[in-house]
């Protein structure tokens, strides 16, 4: 069997302690491999963004094992972590957070600056690959309040591709963008997935968005309660009113 480029093995993290604890994660369990696009859904509080974060070596799990292309990043030292996630990780965010005085080039550029890598004629050619790849291969000198909101999201997702990370991790990437300009970036991710090899992990609350993956897990009081292949919109949605009834449920039980 291959190395998943993802694994998260037990998975917990509680906030707060005594009576006081949350446990925003409760022992979750999840694989992508490589070369996947998996969606990751939930009732809100159901653990989503602390799933992320704890995959995104941001922070450390309370209990649990988080492996990059099997390598456990949990034992190692900060500074290691810190190494692991600006060469093997991207991130693609909401809000873009592209640096707003730099091109669309050092933006993309920024992640090998940063992992202390030389930006030689083969980086520079990567990097204009990459802004190719993604349609904006013009647009390598503007700034990004000289792009639209989805041409930044595409900067965004070239600059996260550019170290060649074993797994991206996006949260809620079309959040910001209107729906033609979403299905437009969907449509880039999962083509960069399936021709470029990437990995993909998408935390999304919009179906529509989800169907775009090969496969959305379902995450309800910080486990995984379920897993979708080939999903479409209509499935999903109807998955995630099941989900949050259940959980409106079990809340008005707990009163
Ligand atoms: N820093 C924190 N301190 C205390 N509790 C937290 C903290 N971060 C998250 N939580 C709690 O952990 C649980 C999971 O939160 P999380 O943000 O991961 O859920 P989510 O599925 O991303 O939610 P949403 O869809 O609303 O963004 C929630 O009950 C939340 O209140």
Redesign the pocket.
Same mark, same amino acid.
């Given at each position: 069997m291959t190395t998943p480029a993802l694994e998260v093995v037990g998975l917990t993290r509680i906030? =707060?302690t005594g009576a006081a604890a949350?446990p925003?994660l409760n022992g979750l369990d999840l694989a992508c491999a490589p070369g996947t696009f998996t969606a990751v859904m $939930?009732p %809100? =509080? %159901? $653990?989503? %963004?602390?799933?992320l974060t704890c995959a995104g070596a941001l922070e450390q799990p309370t209990e649990g094992r988080v492996l990059i292309a099997g390598q456990d990043v949990t034992e190692l030292s900060e500074a290691r972590r810190t190494r692991m996630r600006r060469e093997r990780i991207g991130f693609v965010f909401q809000g873009f957070h592209l640096l707003p005085y730099l091109t669309a080039e050092q933006n993309v550029a920024l992640p090998l600056r940063l992992a202390g890598r030389r930006i030689d004629a083969a980086a520079r050619r990567r990097i204009r690959e990459l802004l190719d790849r993604v349609g904006l291969g013009d647009r390598a000198g503007h700034l990004p309040t000289q792009l639209s909101g989805g041409q930044q999201q595409r900067v965004a997702i070239a600059r996260a591709l550019v170290t060649g990370p074993d797994i991206v991790l996006a949260d809620e990437p079309t959040g910001a963008l209107d729906s033609h300009t979403a299905a437009s970036v969907l449509a880039l991710l999962r083509s960069l997935v399936h021709e470029l090899g990437a990995t993909v992990v998408m935390?999304t609350?919009d179906p529509v968005a989800a169907a775009y993956a090969d496969s959305v897990v379902f995450?309800v009081d $910080?486990r995984a309660v379920g897993r979708m292949e080939n999903p479409v919109a209509e499935a999903v949605a109807g998955q995630m009113a099941h989900l949050d009834e259940l959980t409106a449920r079990t809340e008005r039980e707990m009163v």
């Amino acid at each position: 069997m291959t190395t998943p480029a993802l694994e998260v093995v037990g998975l917990t993290r509680i906030y =707060g302690t005594g009576a006081a604890a949350v446990p925003a994660l409760n022992g979750l369990d999840l694989a992508c491999a490589p070369g996947t696009f998996t969606a990751v859904m $939930g009732p %809100s =509080g %159901s $653990g989503k %963004s602390t799933f992320l974060t704890c995959a995104g070596a941001l922070e450390q799990p309370t209990e649990g094992r988080v492996l990059i292309a099997g390598q456990d990043v949990t034992e190692l030292s900060e500074a290691r972590r810190t190494r692991m996630r600006r060469e093997r990780i991207g991130f693609v965010f909401q809000g873009f957070h592209l640096l707003p005085y730099l091109t669309a080039e050092q933006n993309v550029a920024l992640p090998l600056r940063l992992a202390g890598r030389r930006i030689d004629a083969a980086a520079r050619r990567r990097i204009r690959e990459l802004l190719d790849r993604v349609g904006l291969g013009d647009r390598a000198g503007h700034l990004p309040t000289q792009l639209s909101g989805g041409q930044q999201q595409r900067v965004a997702i070239a600059r996260a591709l550019v170290t060649g990370p074993d797994i991206v991790l996006a949260d809620e990437p079309t959040g910001a963008l209107d729906s033609h300009t979403a299905a437009s970036v969907l449509a880039l991710l999962r083509s960069l997935v399936h021709e470029l090899g990437a990995t993909v992990v998408m935390v999304t609350h919009d179906p529509v968005a989800a169907a775009y993956a090969d496969s959305v897990v379902f995450l309800v009081d $910080g486990r995984a309660v379920g897993r979708m292949e080939n999903p479409v919109a209509e499935a999903v949605a109807g998955q995630m009113a099941h989900l949050d009834e259940l959980t409106a449920r079990t809340e008005r039980e707990m009163v």
